[in-house]
């Protein structure tokens, strides 16, 4: 049983450009989380998704970031016109239906806005 | 809101010696509580994890206790190794979202 896996591991932009950030969840996971993490610091998260629907996204900046988790395919954030700061890594994380399940990591997308 | 603190921040323990990280979370509710190794350039690794019935759990060498009442819950790793360096985070999770501390940075010295 793979993993959770994201794509790309390495994601370089130019200011203004769009970045996106697949994340795949383990076998039989049909919810999703994102997490943005600086250098030194710990986990933010960001947003909680199960299957085509958005259940929480109260730490989603308001502007420029989306999330989605289709039928089909894998979940993938979005930001767009990408700023320096949004410079982190980005962790996505996987659990199975239920309420009291474990999550389980990717390896990360690190992304760097020059 | 919610929030988890963490402590302490970097901890340092010679090879063979004992390491323990504590964590205050702050919503009541919180029913389950993870806790997760982060080596460098890699993602969370879950090590060990404890729920709101239990008060303390063992796996060879790392063991969590949990004191509902105070809102605490504790990492305790014996006979460190060096392959124990990373940083560790705690987290607490309600309903479904997962609340993490700010990580302590272990460095067990040979």
């Known amino acids: 049983n793979a993993g959770v896996m994201q794509n790309p591991r390495h994601l370089v932009r130019r200011r203004g450009q769009e970045a996106r950030l697949r994340c795949s969840p383990m076998?039989?996971?049909?919810?999703v989380y994102w997490y943005r993490q600086l250098p030194e610091e710990g986990l933010k998260f960001m947003v909680y998704l199960q299957k085509e629907n958005i259940i929480d996204e109260s730490g989603m900046p308001k502007e420029r970031f989306s999330a989605e988790f289709p039928k089909e395919g894998p979940s993938i954030l979005r930001i767009q016109q990408v700023v320096r700061g949004d410079s982190a890594a980005y962790f996505c994380a996987s659990s199975p239906p239920g309420t009291g399940e474990t999550q389980y990591f990717g390896p990360g997308t690190r992304l760097l806005v020059l | 809101g919610e929030n988890v603190e963490q402590h302490p921040s970097t901890l340092s323990v010679q090879e063979g010696d004992s390491a323990v990280i504590k964590c205050t979370y702050s919503d009541s509710a919180s029913n389950y509580f993870p806790w997760y190794k982060q080596e460098l350039g890699k993602g969370p690794q879950l090590i060990i994890d404890i729920r709101s019935n239990v008060g303390e759990k063992k796996d060879q060498r790392i063991a969590v206790t949990l004191n509902k009442t105070a809102k605490h819950f504790s990492l305790h790793i014996t006979e460190t190794q060096p392959e124990d360096s990373a940083v560790y985070f705690c987290a607490a999770k309600g309903t479904y979202k997962y609340i993490f501390g700010t990580g302590t940075r272990l460095k067990v010295l040979a």
């Open positions: 076998k039989g996971h049909s919810h």
